[in-house]
């Protein structure tokens, strides 16, 4: 199998979450941002992360992908459903992690944005959604404010202790949108948001940014 994927999307992250945790050995393959063509190639549209399976055919969405890997061992370990309190929360939450994360994940070395075309490509497509790159930047404050609030009301949407050994779609869910907002250093991140991010992270054998936060 291979797996196309960037490093900074949450959605491939997901999929990277699960294939550690079940010990899947797949080809993984970060795109340049700039590379469109490889996965139109594939599936008619630019979209990532793609699974190509070892009989050849491609596997978009990361839920079907996740649900897809899960199953291969005839023994799925993601059981619990998504809570729709989850799925309301980062609705709101999302808009802002973009915002706050666009002008951020270019310029922490991450392997997709290597090449002054694919920064380039990427900053001109995703001015589009979030605005110019630099106003974003300095209009960080107000946006971390409200991402701090959000974050705050996390423990009342979903339990965050560590008791549960079993991963939840919930976790598959909402970790790697919280791993991708470890990139904005201006967030003052609750202690047990941030707790439960580092430990899902430490379970599933990905990085965070925190450490590159800007």
């Not at 002008?103 to 110019?132: C, M, N, Q």
């Not at 965050?160 to 949108?177: N, S």
Request: proline fraction near 6%; charge should be negative.
């Amino acid at each position: 199998m291979k797996l196309y994927y960037y490093d900074h999307c949450p959605f491939s992250a997901r999929v990277r979450m699960v294939m550690n945790l079940k010990g899947i050995e797949a080809e993984r393959v970060v795109l340049p941002a700039d590379d469109e063509q490889t996965i139109t190639d594939l599936i008619g549209k630019h979209q990532i992360p793609v699974l190509v399976r070892d009989d050849g055919t491609p596997l978009a969405d990361s839920v079907a992908i996740v649900k897809y890997l899960d199953g291969l061992d005839g023994h799925p370990m993601i059981q619990e459903p998504d809570t729709s309190a989850l799925k309301d929360w980062l609705e709101a939450f999302v808009p802002n992690l973009q915002y706050l994360g666009y002008p951020r994940w270019t310029k922490i070395g991450l392997e997709e944005f290597a090449s002054p075309s694919a920064y380039a490509h990427f900053r001109r497509k995703k001015t589009e959604t979030v605005g110019d790159f630099d106003e974003a930047l300095a209009n960080t404050d107000a946006k971390a404010r409200e991402v701090e609030d959000q974050l705050r009301r996390l423990p009342d949407v979903i339990d965050l202790t560590p008791r549960h050994e079993q991963t939840r779609w919930d976790d598959v869910t909402l970790f790697p949108m919280l791993r991708s907002l470890s990139v904005v250093k201006a967030v003052d991140w609750p202690e047990d948001v941030r707790a439960y991010t580092v430990t899902q992270a430490q379970r599933c054998g990905l990085d965070t940014f925190f450490h590159r936060a800007l």
